[in-house]
């Protein structure tokens, strides 16, 4: 039984609006917390949700939207699966990060592009650990997770955590360690070359009314120009070039039937991560059938998997 319900669509947002989460049963919580208060920004804001009892502290799953990178919230659906760590024991943390959204005479946010939402993301985790005590969290027990474009973020906030190139000192927090301890990556981009290629190649989806939608290159936008043109700018982007021997253990779960993010965006991932780390240091599991953001990757039975495998990387 799933941990939250739903509020109804507005219908007025539009065809591809995504539910939002009614959290009212939790009364433990923090909404709209500004993560960098040294720098404050309307899309750098964090939920906190505590379990209804215990004084903690308590291991923080630490989520990011999907979204394709223009789009979602850090109070959609699709971070409600990680609601259902919160009744074993667990914090969320659920964050709100720059966006590369379309603007109305258009094209796309350029505050949103790479890195600037990589930067917003390890802040977050950082300002989680230096406020740790304020809001009942084990800052010896972080997890990211995210799908999707979530996916590549709670990798990116995860890889070489207190490298100065992967982050923005101006934001506030640059003493305090980035570190996490896991990573849960659903469905996630990975190599944005890979992720290009594929997007640039599948056809349009059918819509109910008939018609043909095709999807905006999303690797594109969020990196700012064609990752196929400039490969060492996409490389340097992804979670490729940040891998090493010290990334935390992952795991990696996708929809072999994916048609959004390719499944071989986890596959390099986990080959790039076993290279350097060792193959202890990630498991994939690969689901026939399931397509992207399948709502089977949140069954009960997926969840319990998730956070037995979190206990056991949390040594809890």
């Known amino acids: 039984m799933p941990y939250v319900k739903f509020l109804p669509v507005d219908s007025a947002a539009g065809g591809f609006a995504m539910p939002l989460i009614d959290a009212s049963n939790i009364t433990r919580k923090w909404l709209d917390v500004d993560y960098t208060p ?14 209804e009892t215990g004084d903690g502290p308590f291991p923080a799953i630490i989520a990011i939207h999907g979204g394709a990178f223009w789009g979602g919230a850090k109070n959609d659906m699709q971070v409600a699966a990680y609601f259902d760590f919160i009744p074993e ?21 350029p505050d949103g592009l790479f890195p600037n939402p990589v930067f917003d993301f390890r802040a977050a985790i950082r300002f989680c650990r230096a406020n740790a005590a304020k809001y009942k969290l084990d800052p010896a027990k972080f997890v990211t997770a995210g799908g999707s474009a979530g996916g590549y973020h709670s990798i990116l906030g995860a890889v070489q955590p207190n490298n100065p190139a992967l982050y923005d000192a101006s934001l506030g927090w640059a003493d305090v360690d980035g570190s996490v301890q896991a990573v849960l990556d659903w469905f996630g981009v990975g190599d944005l070359v890979l992720q290009s290629k594929f997007t640039d190649e599948t056809p349009g989806m059918k819509l109910p009314d008939g018609t043909e939608f095709k999807m905006d290159n999303y690797a594109d ?8 043109e ?9 979670p490729d070039a940040w891998i090493d021997k010290d990334v935390p253990p992952v795991l990696l779960q996708h929809g072999v039937a994916d048609e959004i993010v390719p499944v071989e965006c986890s ?50």
Do not use: M
């Open 38 to 51: 040294a720098k404050p920004h309307p899309s750098r804001k964090l939920d906190i949700y505590l379990p």
């Open 89 to 109: 024991g667990f914090a969320l943390v659920s964050v709100e990060q720059r966006l590369c959204a379309q603007l109305p005479g258009g094209g796309y946010d």
């Open 221 to 228: 936008i969020f990196l700012g120009v064609n990752a196929r």
């Open 230 to 238: 400039n490969e060492n700018l996409a490389y340097f982007a992804g």
């Open 267 to 316: 596959r390099k991932l986990a080959e790039t991560i076993a290279s350097a780390a060792g193959a202890d240091r990630v498991i994939l599991e690969e689901f026939e059938g399931y397509t992207h953001g399948d709502t089977r990757f949140n069954s009960g039975d997926n969840i319990a998997r998730c956070v037995a495998w979190v206990r056991e990387k949390l040594g809890i």
